[in-house]
């Protein structure tokens, strides 16, 4: 009988120390091998974990002018976790934050949601309303709201920046990744009370962003703004667009559209970058590039016929504006004879034309830091008909954005060099800058070439068709461009709708400037130089008496 009760004794023993160690096994597995996991768990419990923004880097002109900064707001978030009359909390919080009640609910209401957006970016007033509620489950978190001083000025160019502060279009977008800095990581829990939403402090360092210097000028700007928008006024247009730029290195001093003059007061948005996006037939302004071939070849004209302003042409007939006879070979630009540009491209042919035209950037992408600029059209070589020979040597048959008008223009300015226009000068971060390198392509055409050219132009703002651009005392040149526009509709070119454009130089050997001008469907009158050519000169005259330029 002891027997028998020793053998049960030691089976329910052993047992007991197999259960045991079983269970002691089961508490080293738990507490070692399976700490992270319940770590975690406990975490996602007590913890939600979310990104702060970093500031974003201001954009300042080159004078340091603020153009766009960041401001601080306030964002309110949920714990529904804590929420317990979500209907309620929904009710009150849509009466103050003019939100949808609705909505609210249906976010309140999603399983496993520790972290919820309330609303954006609201001010203090509203905070402090949202905070007399006593509302358990309800916090704040500082955020930062971009914020433009110069709301009418730069709108095609700044930009505009998402919710969280990403940059969505134009220089904010472009240099985003530079601007954004880097996010940090914060949590929010519950403190042992109960009672209030603890923000942690990051657990990710914040990088703020680095700032951006730009070579625009406010000054500058504001003068273009204004004298466009008058000239838009005038003359009932459709839109216009301006591009000041230094001849010597690309860098752009104002660069303005007219679809922007029309901003709210106090409300800033992005409107298209019409000088950059936009494609049009140049008209006149584009025989600069039969000029600079025609020099470039060396050769020798003699006086050319210009047929009384009719000339035959395969395909159609070219008109010139007055009837001209023989005219020199300068005479045929200062006065803009369609029949005489278009023989002397026929003499120096149409592949060499082909080839100054891609030379001078034509049919391709300037390269500014911008987003969104079109290439143009440029027709290939083997599809130009006889006809396109003949037209396209006079701005008709091939694309271009103002802003290759004013880089080729530019050439002829500072020498032969074909530069890079840009709008980024500097990015500064911990007290250090940093210039922005940008492309520079030279020897496009010889100095010698380059001259000539200018002499020409010189003369077509003096004795030709550019005279309204004049400015007393100062070496000013340029050309002239009536384009009719092409209807589809019609399927032909329009007889009503024109562009007039003025493309322009201030002839500075310290700093030398192009301004190009095109204003898109004037009414009254529509020639370049009656449009666009006195436009140039009330900028060139704010430029010259401007303290930087001198």
């Not at 942690?200 to 003068?223: C, F, H, K, M, N």
């Amino acid at each position: 009988m002891k027997k028998k009760c020793f053998s049960r004794f030691t089976v329910i023993y052993l047992l007991f120390v197999f259960l045991s160690i079983i269970l002691f096994a089961k508490i080293i597995y738990l507490q070692v091998y399976r700490e992270d996991f319940f770590d975690q768990l406990a975490q996602k419990q007590h913890y939600g974990l979310f990104p702060i923004q970093s500031k974003r880097g201001e954009i300042i002109d080159r004078n340091q002018d603020i153009l766009a900064k960041s401001i601080h707001f306030y964002s309110v978030f949920a714990d529904p976790f804590f929420i317990k009359n979500k209907n309620n909390y929904a009710s009150l919080l849509s009466e103050k934050l003019n939100i949808s009640e609705k909505n609210l609910i249906a976010k309140l209401n999603k399983k496993n949601r520790r972290f919820i957006w309330v609303k954006r970016k609201i001010d203090w007033k509203q905070k402090k309303d949202i905070e007399s509620l006593n509302l358990t489950g309800i916090g704040f978190i500082r955020e930062n709201q971009r914020f433009y001083p110069e709301k009418s000025l730069f709108p095609s160019v700044l930009g505009l920046v998402g919710i969280d502060n990403n940059g969505l279009e134009g220089i904010e977008f472009y240099y985003d990744n530079y601007l954004r800095g880097k996010k940090g990581w914060a949590r929010v829990l519950r403190d042992s009370a109960s009672e209030h939403l603890i923000l942690t402090p990051s657990l990710i360092e914040l990088q703020q962003g680095a700032d951006l210097v730009l070579t625009l000028d406010t000054r500058i700007q504001y003068w273009v703004k204004q004298y466009l928008k008058e000239t838009i006024e005038k003359y009932r247009a459709k839109n216009g667009s301006v591009v000041v730029m230094n001849a010597q290195n690309g860098e752009i001093l104002a660069l303005a559209n007219s679809n922007s003059s029309d901003l709210e007061k106090d409300k800033f948005y992005f409107s298209k970058n019409n000088a950059v996006t936009d494609m049009f037939e140049p008209g006149s302004v584009f025989k600069i590039v039969t000029l600079v071939a025609a020099l470039s070849e060396k050769m020798l004209f003699g006086k050319i016929d210009c047929e009384q302003g009719k000339f035959k042409i395969p395909g159609t007939v070219l008109n010139d504006y007055r009837p001209y006879g023989k005219l020199s070979f300068q005479e045929v630009f200062y006065k803009s004879s369609n029949i005489g540009v278009a023989k002397i491209a026929t003499t120096v042919g149409y592949k060499k034309i082909y080839n100054y035209i891609e030379k001078m950037g034509f049919g391709q992408k300037t390269g500014i830091d911008f987003p969104g600029e079109t290439k143009g059209r440029l027709i290939q070589l083997d599809k130009w008909s006889k006809t396109a020979r003949y037209i396209i040597p006079i701005g008709q048959g091939i694309g271009v954005n103002l802003l290759q008008l004013v880089r080729a223009f530019a050439v002829i300015v500072n020498g032969g060099d074909l530069v890079t226009p840009h709008l980024g000068k500097k990015l500064c971060a911990k007290g250090f800058c940093r210039d922005i390198k940008h492309d520079l392509k030279k020897d496009i055409v010889s100095a010698e070439t380059a001259n000539k050219a200018k002499k020409v132009l010189v003369k077509v703002v003096s004795q030709g068709t550019g005279r309204r651009a004049k400015v007393d005392g100062e070496l000013v040149g340029g050309k002239t461009g009536t384009a009719q526009k092409f209807d589809s509709n019609l399927g032909r070119y329009s007889p009503s709708k024109y562009r007039a454009n003025f493309i322009g130089f201030i002839d500075s050997a310290k700093k030398p400037i192009v301004i190009g001008v095109t204003i898109d469907e004037p009414k009254k009158s529509h020639f370049g130089g009656a449009v666009a050519a006195p436009l140039f000169k009330k900028i060139a005259e704010k430029i010259i008496s401007y303290e930087l330029f001198e």
